[in-house]
């Protein structure tokens, strides 16, 4: 069971994502104005004090893997996308997650049983750990 620490340091990151609903998508954007999908995770986890690196696929290592059965707020949740080789959002829950999601749009909530996002989940990721502390980091594969 997480203890509160967890829990506050997921409200906060939960939090800062949603604090940006509505602002423009705007590509390596990573501050109030526009967000890409990864520096909106970026902001979102320096406002809650993660350290997380720039960009989806570096963020693809961080933390430790959880199934999509266990989501929890807070995780990351990454898929491949058609026009993107690979996305990241924050879950809420176990099925909506905050994300900026393409050229034209802007900082939404949507839900991973989307039939665009259920058919690309790749996988989602733990990046606080029980005890309110930043998730180990997974080495990349080189």
Known sequence: MPDAGAT???SRLVAGATAMLGQPYRWGGDAPG???CSGLVFYAAAGAGIHVPRTAAE???VG???PRREL???DLVFMHLKRKQLHVGIALDADRFVNAPAAGGRVRIDSLSAPVYARGFLQARRVVDDAGGPAPVQSASR
């Open 59 to 61: 963020q693809l290592h």
């Open 34 to 36: 526009g967000f890409d």
């Open 64 to 66: 430790r893997p959880v």
């Open 8 to 10: 506050d340091v997921r």
């Open 72 to 74: 929890r707020a807070g």
